[in-house]
């Protein structure tokens, strides 16, 4: 499934006093299959652009193509738009209300006219495919540790079998286990399914270690769109957005600013440990 936003345009209380631009002529285009992380400072953007792809907010001039059609088109099929491009809101276990777990993440598929039987087997495949255990399927979801009851809550979006799935901070206030176990999860998910996924994060860390791609959004408009390694090239102009590099990156600055001859083209932990051991010759 490909998208396209063009020459999108969205202002909040558009004719008023309060009237602000929060996306100022976006074009994007999102491939099918794609790990795309996006990127940005709080009030960048993000959170109002990915709310665009499934017509939960319409623009204010521009358009989001999915598969060539306008979904903005009268007479567009927004509930089955937003069965295929699903997303997942920040903190989304708030959004669990169901007697049990089992219950919660049949929610959806429910609502898509689906019987019973087809019902159940996509819950079921969502709870495995998010690492829930059977003993935890019939427990109320409030019982759940915070990052059992985060997958709860996405599985739920996953039995509804998107094509795209965002998550917009899928990670926050979980603790670095879990954060990992998360990731991992989603990586898994998408070479088992194919499915687009895009990251909304403020981790650069984790967009540099899990997106093929990462879009960097400022006032309300794309800064940078590249691979990880090409965005994290303009250390400078990040800082300056309030976001700066991974770690490990700002690392090898400091290293090469101390005289070692490093490589500041890395990423990731692995491939720093590989050039620091290159330039002390093991």
């Known amino acids: 499934m490909s998208i396209i936003v063009n020459h999108l345009?969205?202002?909040?209380?558009p004719g008023t006093a309060m009237e602000s631009t929060a996306l100022d002529d976006i074009n994007l285009k999102i491939e099918d299959g794609e790990f795309i992380g996006l990127i940005g400072h709080t009030g960048s953007g993000k959170s109002t652009l990915v709310?665009?792809?499934?017509?939960i907010l319409k623009p204010t001039s521009g358009g989001v193509y999915v598969d060539g059609a306008d979904i903005g088109d009268d007479?567009?099929?927004l509930k089955k738009l937003?069965?295929?491009v699903g997303l997942v809101f920040q903190y989304p276990e708030h959004q669990l209300f169901e007697?049990?777990?089992f219950k919660d993440v049949c929610f959806g598929p429910k609502n898509l006219g689906l019987t019973q039987k087809e019902t159940e087997l996509r819950a079921y495949e969502a709870l495995k495919q998010v690492g829930i255990a059977d003993e935890y399927f019939y427990q109320s979801p409030f019982d759940l540790s915070g990052g059992q009851k985060r997958r709860v809550a996405i599985a739920g979006v996953l039995a509804m079998k998107p094509k795209v799935l965002i998550l917009d901070e899928p990670t926050a206030g979980l603790d670095p286990?879990?954060?990992?176990?998360?990731?991992d999860k989603l990586t898994s998910i998408r070479q088992d399914t194919g499915c687009t996924i895009i990251l909304v994060s403020h981790s650069m860390e984790d967009v540099a270690r899990y997106a093929d791609r990462i879009v960097v959004m400022h006032k309300g408009r794309i800064a940078f769109d590249d691979t990880p390694m090409e965005v994290f090239k303009h250390r400078d102009e990040l800082k300056e957005m309030g976001l700066g590099v991974p770690g490990i990156t700002e690392t090898m600055y400091k290293l090469k600013d101390a005289g070692f001859p490093v490589s500041t083209d890395i990423i990731t932990v692995d491939t720093a440990v590989t050039e620091i051991m290159k330039v002390l010759g093991r």
């Open 51 to 55: 709310q665009q792809l499934n017509g």
């Open 82 to 84: 937003r069965g295929e």
């Open 9 to 13: 345009t969205y202002r909040y209380n």
């Open 177 to 183: 286990k879990g954060r990992d176990e998360l990731l």
């Open 99 to 101: 007697t049990d777990v």
């Open 75 to 77: 007479g567009y099929d």
